[in-house]
C-alpha cells in the first residue's frame, strides 16, 4: 500500500524566512502533485511534477522531485504572510490504479 | 470552463435525514472522485468513477452511503440515514484521461448534521 508522507505537519514560521517541506511516498513512481487550500477553501493544484529531477517553480514557492530517494520537496523563499495556507503532496501509483494518494498535509502559518 | 461545479455549499440537516449532494465535473473529464475532509480524518477518497463507472468505492464509510453517476455531467453522493458523525466538507474533484492525474477539485458542500 502506498503511503504519501508529509513533514512538518505544522508549521509556523515569520515573514522572510526560507523553509522547506518534504514528503517521501513509499513506492515507485514519477508522477507527484502538490496542491494548496486556504481556509475554508478547496484544494488548488499548484505543481505538477512528471520526472526524476523535475523542478518547477513559481514566485516563491519551488517544487522538486527525487524518483529514487522517493522524495518531493517545496521549498518557500522569503515567506510572506500570503503564502500561510495547507499545502498536501500527492502522489500517483502509477499504472496500478487511477487514483492519487494524499499526504496529510502541512498547515503553515507565516507571521507578519 | 467553470470548473468543477457542486451544489450545495452548505447543507444543515437532523440526524436520520436524507442527504444528497451533487457534482458538475469538468466537461471531458471522464475521472471522478468523491472525497471527505475532517479535522480528525484528513482528506479521505470515498469513491471514484471512470467513464460513469465506479471503480473503487472501498473508501465509502458503510452503506449508508452511495453514489451515482448516470452520465458523464453529473454524479451524486447520497447519505441515508445521516448522523452527526457525517459532517463534515465533502469535495468532488475530476480529472482527465490515464495520467497525470491532476486532479481539479470544486469548492466542496459543508455538510452538518445535528
Known amino acids: 500500500e502506498l503511503k504519501v508522507e508529509q513533514n512538518p505537519l505544522f508549521l509556523s514560521m515569520q515573514e522572510g524566512k526560507n523553509y522547506t517541506i518534504y514528503c517521501n511516498y513509499s513506492?515507485?513512481?514519477?508522477?507527484l502533485y502538490w496542491y494548496r487550500q486556504d481556509p475554508g477553501k478547496s484544494l488548488e493544484s499548484l505543481f505538477v511534477?512528471?520526472?526524476?529531477?523535475a523542478v518547477k517553480q513559481e514566485g516563491r514557492l519551488m517544487a522538486s522531485l527525487d524518483t529514487k530517494a522517493r522524495l518531493s520537496t517545496l521549498h518557500i523563499t522569503a515567506a510572506v504572510h500570503d503564502l500561510s495556507a495547507t499545502y498536501f503532496c500527492?502522489?500517483?501509483?502509477?499504472?496500478?490504479?487511477?487514483?492519487?494518494?494524499f499526504g496529510k498535509g502541512t498547515r503553515l502559518h507565516i507571521l507578519p | 470552463d467553470a470548473g468543477v461545479i457542486q451544489s450545495p455549499r452548505h447543507e444543515v440537516t437532523e440526524m436520520g435525514q436524507e442527504v444528497t449532494l451533487r457534482c458538475k465535473p469538468i466537461?471531458?473529464?471522464?475521472?471522478l472522485f468523491w472525497y471527505r475532509q475532517t479535522m480528525m480524518r484528513g482528506l479521505e477518497l470515498l469513491i471514484y468513477?471512470?467513464?460513469?463507472?465506479?471503480?473503487?468505492d472501498s473508501g465509502m464509510p458503510e452503506d449508508r452511503f452511495s453514489a451515482k453517476m448516470p452520465n458523464a455531467s453529473f454524479s451524486t453522493l447520497k447519505i441515508q440515514p445521516s448522523e452527526p458523525r457525517d459532517s463534515a466538507v465533502y469535495f468532488c474533484?475530476?480529472?482527465?484521461?490515464?495520467?497525470?492525474?491532476?486532479?481539479?477539485f470544486g469548492p466542496g458542500t459543508r455538510l452538518t448534521v445535528t
Open positions: 474533484a475530476s480529472s482527465l484521461g490515464r495520467g497525470p492525474y491532476e486532479q481539479y
Open positions: 513506492t515507485t513512481s514519477d508522477r
Open positions: 511534477l512528471l520526472s526524476n529531477g
Open positions: 500527492a502522489v500517483d501509483i502509477m499504472n496500478r490504479d487511477d487514483k492519487i494518494i
Open positions: 466537461s471531458g473529464h471522464d475521472y
Open positions: 468513477f471512470n467513464n460513469n463507472v465506479p471503480i473503487d
